[in-house]
Nanobody, 119 residues
Framework: EVQLQASGGGLVQAGGSLRLSCAAS????????IGWFRQVPGKAREGVSC????????WYEDSVKGRFTISSDNAKNTVYLQMNSLKPEDTAVYYC????????????WGQGTLVTVSS
């Protein structure tokens, strides 16, 4: 059974950092793309970052470029999102998902982890 467990969210002041973790089970992350998404109530879920380990390709949404870094630990079957220089507009529930590429996603979602950035 495919499962994705996102964790690491919390409350942080603007300019601070958090590291999110996406622990996967039921499949090997190095065979697929793993993406981070975020959603604010009343708005559509948006892509934040993606990593495809097999070719080391990454993608970042423009507003997080230079501040967020995606990485993986294949031995732990876990993908991380290091978030630095956080801004209040980064406040959202963050989810991870799995796909065949950074543009084609399967309908598997973790439970999400809340990131709140105070000004």
């Amino acid at each position: 059974e495919v499962q994705l467990q996102a964790s690491g969210g919390g409350l942080v002041q603007a300019g601070g950092s958090l590291r999110l973790s996406c622990a996967a089970s039921g499949f090997a992350i190095d065979d697929y793309a793993i993406g981070w998404f975020r959603q604010v109530p009343g708005k559509a879920r948006e892509g934040v970052s993606c990593l495809k380990s097999s070719d080391s390709s990454t993608w970042y949404e423009d507003s997080v470029k230079g501040r967020f870094t995606i990485s993986s630990d294949n031995a732990k079957n876990t993908v991380y999102l290091q978030m630095n220089s956080l801004k209040p507009e980064d406040t959202a529930v963050y989810y991870c998902s799995v796909g065949s590429s950074c543009f084609t996603w399967y309908d598997y979602w973790g439970q999400g982890t809340l990131v709140t950035v105070s000004s």
